[in-house]
């Protein structure tokens, strides 16, 4: 199993769940519909890419145990409040471009040809998280915010692309001691809340339910 | 025995399931038709991954190859094949007759926000350029929500990818 598509995957699935808690609790109306639209959109990479890696994308999607998932802590995060919601999104779509740059050039056609698919929507949630930025960004609680969340986002990315990310962040790289516990490969226990969430109509359902 | 021309015409009456003024040929999301021995290859590329009415499209490919007594196979092509500029000119008529304001045609790079605040985009109503854009994001993944100032009447824009 490819790691990088696998966490790729995990990511947009989680973020895709995570948005989607603010369907109807949003601010305002315009941003029911921008995170539900960006939460759908998620889950609908998630599942492309799910497809590429195995036969049953639901299968991969649900029914691993919780230790086998790839996802960054970045974005298991419970976020309460809008200027971490925000923070996160920008964040996470800045380390996301770099990624999925990167996936554009892979010597696979069809993981190449999926990331630039992928690519032209993010497109949009991207000028939606920079449109928020630039609204937020004198704001001292978007500034604490991207404080806290900072060296989650320079965890989701391997270390060879956290300089590229500290770059277009206008940051510094997090110390080895701000990173512990942030970096994927570990989990925070926010995801088994989550995870026990999203798998319930699964495991409730019979074997071979058909919908 | 049935011939690509047929297959082709079929799919001119299958109607998007969110936008059902337009037909999937319309949509341009029909990438290719081959036709051997009784059966149907299809190759369709999706619009936006998350879009829900995927399934539904797929399976009324499949259907309509069926319904002519052919054995298709239709096949989910997921690259960057597909944009908005696939759309007909018939589809983007329909769209602006249905009051969506057809996609701006797709220029080098990935859209941006100073393209959708300060390009021109057309009411589909009263045909004014004095719009302006309400939220990127609307009631499907493809469209946006503008509103015009000449007659006052908001509308949905279908994105560019």
């Known amino acids: 199993m490819n790691e990088l598509l696998l966490g790729l995957a995990d990511d947009e699935l989680v973020i895709g769940w995570r948005d989607s808690e603010w369907t109807g609790i949003a601010p305002m109306l315009e941003e029911d519909v921008a995170f539900s639209s960006i939460a759908q959109n998620e889950i609908g990479h998630a599942r492309a890419v799910y497809e590429l890696l195995a036969e049953d994308a639901d299968a991969l999607a649900f029914d691993r145990p919780l230790d086998a998932y790839r996802c960054a802590p970045l974005v298991e995060l419970r976020l309460l409040d809008w200027a971490h919601a925000i923070a996160r999104r920008w964040l996470y779509e800045v380390a996301d471009e770099i990624r999925i740059a990167a996936l554009m050039e892979d010597d696979d056609a069809r993981v190449a040809g999926l990331a630039a698919k992928i690519n032209r929507e993010e497109a949009y949630h991207r000028m939606h998280a920079e449109m928020w930025r630039e609204r937020l960004a004198d704001t001292p609680q978007f500034r604490a915010a991207v404080e806290d969340l900072w060296p989650y986002a320079a965890g989701m990315l391997p270390a060879k692309q956290r300089e590229a990310l500290a770059a277009r962040a206008h940051r510094s790289l997090p110390s080895d001691k701000l990173l512990l516990g942030k970096e994927r490969g570990g989990h925070t226990e926010q995801l088994a809340e989550l995870w026990d969430e999203m798998t319930m109509v699964r495991h409730s359902a019979p074997a071979g339910a058909q919908w | ?161």
């Open chain 2, 1 to 161: 025995m049935v011939t690509v021309e047929q297959v082709w015409d079929a799919f001119g009456e299958i109607p998007d399931p969110e936008i059902p003024v337009v037909s999937l040929v319309d949509l341009g999301v029909i990438r290719s038709v081959d036709v051997e021995n009784g059966h149907v290859r299809v190759e369709f590329t999706p619009t936006f991954l998350g879009c829900p009415a995927l399934e539904v499209m797929k399976r009324a490919l499949e259907e309509k190859v069926a319904g002519l007594g052919a054995e298709p196979n239709v096949q989910v092509i997921q690259d960057d094949s597909w944009s908005t500029d696939k759309i007909t000119p018939a589809g983007r008529e329909k769209l602006r007759a249905a009051g969506f304001a057809p996609p701006a045609p797709r220029e080098a790079g990935a859209p941006t926000l100073v393209q959708l605040r300060v390009n021109v985009h057309r009411c589909p109503y009263c045909n004014s350029t004095a719009t302006k854009l309400e939220n990127i994001f609307g009631p499907t993944p493809c469209r946006s929500l503008r509103y015009c100032e000449s007659c006052r009447q908001p509308f949905e824009q279908f994105k560019t990818i």
